[in-house]
């Protein structure tokens, strides 16, 4: 046996043994998705064990250092720890834009006193993070930002407004870019921070989007005080720990086009509309799941082999915004079909049948994937110019 087989077969024995029957079920509400932090509320005892058993074993992130209570493991491992436990139905026991964004950034920018302050808490859950690029005139154009920080000799004073500011009214800490340098050029004189956002002076306020839900804040700083040591990287190079941070975001966005374990579409159209034949009734729509899953397959196995080659530092470094597009627009598709399939059902809005609507809710949020993190537009000028070479306008 070689050690890879030896480790599936401990890996799965061990999943077997702690993640709990409840943590094994289908994800049926936002509730049922643990992002821990102060606030965080567990929906049962379950999720709080699953919870802690994982973040225990570092496996809530698996390929981090053990010296930052992460895993430890090997890429190979990671991947067979995923493949286990989608094997067992179980759910994710921390969503983390810690885990998905900053962490990466800090092993690679931070000071050793910064990754043994920040990874840890991560890894066990105890602090939520949010991230605060966009500002209302600098979406796109991010490096025109213009929230500002003052040298005050021992603290940095922070002014200035971010928006599309993810759960910020529920983040515990925001990792921040902000201008040091307005003298600068515009990719200059930009550092990157991190502070509390219970600090005096910082108040979030929800934008409602057209689903009815809001992930979504503007976030205010006002005379904000932020200790000295909480500047990751150098003094107005945070430009490139925003680069290097945009390239997990991407990744991550992309991830929601992996839809390995994700309820099939073709078993809520086949209850909607039935079978002919042994086939789906409907033969378009037939016709599109298949193409929608052929898709879909490709591009999981386009993810793990950019993922190989990134291990082995062979990646294109535009690879993100690759993914991150076709990720996106994927998962688009997968919510059109979904709503055809669920048929007049799934334009029901409020009930308990619906769960106050979440299909229709989610097909309309989906709307935002080819804007958040980077438009649609943006990646494909970025596939054009860094992968196809293509001669500019």
């Known amino acids: ?52 058993r994982m973040a225990e074993a570092g496996w809530t992130a698996p390929e981090w250092p053990r010296a930052y209570g992460g895993g430890g493991l090997s890429r190979e491992e990671a991947k067979v720890l995923r493949a286990e436990m989608a094997k067992l139905g179980c759910r994710s026991p921390l969503n983390s834009f810690g885990i998905w964004m900053l962490g990466p950034a800090l092993l690679r920018y931070g000071t050793e006193d910064q990754k043994r302050a920040y990874l840890p808490p991560i890894v066990r859950g105890e ?106 990287g150098e003094l107005n190079r945070g430009w490139d720990v925003a680069k290097y941070l945009l390239t997990h975001e991407r990744e991550m966005i992309s991830g929601m086009g992996n839809l390995e374990g994700s309820p099939s579409i073709g078993a809520l159209a086949t209850r909607t509309l039935g079978l002919e034949g042994g086939f789906l009734a409907d033969p378009m729509l037939r016709g599109q799941i298949a193409a929608f899953d052929v898709d879909a397959i490709a591009f999981r196995l386009a993810m793990e082999r950019t993922g190989d080659m990134a291990k082995a530092r062979q990646a294109h470094p535009a690879a993100s915004s690759m993914l991150k597009y076709y990720g996106a627009e994927l998962n688009k598709r997968r919510f059109e079909l979904l709503m055809a399939a669920g048929g007049a059902d799934a334009l029901e809005w409020e009930g308990e049948r619906s769960r106050d609507g979440d299909l229709a809710r989610s097909w309309l949020r989906t709307k935002a994937n080819s804007i958040e993190g980077g438009t649609s537009e943006i990646q494909l000028n970025i596939v054009a110019k860094r992968i196809l070479e293509l001669p500019g306008g």
């Not at 509730?31 to 802690?52: H, I, K, Y």
């Not at 550092?191 to 509390?196: A, G, K």
Request: proline share 6%; glycine share 6%; charged share 25%.
């Open 127 to 232: 602090i939520r993070w949010c991230q605060g690029y966009s500002e209302p005139n600098a979406g796109s154009d991010l490096a025109s930002l213009q929230t500002r920080a003052e040298d005050r000799g021992d603290h940095w004073l922070v002014n200035g407004q971010k928006i599309w500011t993810s759960y910020a009214d529920q983040a515990d800490w925001i990792f921040c870019l902000v201008r040091t340098d307005p003298a600068a050029p515009k990719h200059l004189g930009i550092s990157f921070i991190l502070f509390d956002m219970e600090s005096p002076g910082v108040s979030t306020r929800p934008i409602n989007l057209i689903s009815g839900k809001s992930p979504f804040c503007e976030t205010f700083f006002d005379n904000v005080q932020v200790p000295k040591s909480n500047l990751v």
């Open 1 to 52: 046996m070689s050690d890879l087989q030896a480790f599936r077969h401990e890996t799965r024995a061990w999943l077997e043994a702690n993640c709990p029957a409840e943590m094994r079920e289908p994800v049926r509400s936002e509730g049922d998705v643990c992002w821990g932090g102060r606030r965080w509320t567990f929906q049962s005892q379950a999720q709080r064990q699953w919870l802690e």
